[in-house]
């Protein structure tokens, strides 16, 4: 398959059975959740430049961490719980909410909530499980190859000082 007439978005849409179940996720969600809410976290080590990435089983690239929020509970309680799942990132202080995005790829009524976390301990490196396959710090002049687009806008407005835009 050729890239040279791929946007980046296409980059990182599966095709085949990934794909597949991809968008059965998201369509057991819409069923379940007609308006979704997640969060997602910019974790920085302000030490080491560096900023804390998960790469899922289930669809291509590099992605801030983070996830759904569950019925009856907090944005804040989402994020806490999504960072010890996909990274043993324990909160030590209130992360700062920077911004929140309409993401019309899940679907038209999903909305993702991007908070800054600077206060945090990481209680033992992530082993790779059935969701998440690699899970690190990398340094912001060092990012994978294949960090997604959204997530790349979303470190540049958090923290390279970019305008924030209202879509994912």
Known sequence: MTMLNTSPEDRFRQTGWPGVRARLFHLYFLLARPMTLGVRGVIFDRDA???FLIE???????QLPGGGVEPGETML??????LME????????????KS???NRHASRRDHVGVYLVTGFRQTAPHVPDREIKAAGFFALDALPENTTPGTLRRIEEVLGGAGVSAWW
């Open 49 to 51: 430049n560096a900023v």
């Open 77 to 82: 309680d989402a994020l806490a719980r999504e």
């Open 86 to 97: 996909e990274g043993n990132i324990e909160l030590t202080a209130p992360p700062e909410l």
């Open 100 to 102: 929140i995005h309409h």
């Open 56 to 62: 899922h089983t289930y669809v291509p690239g590099w």
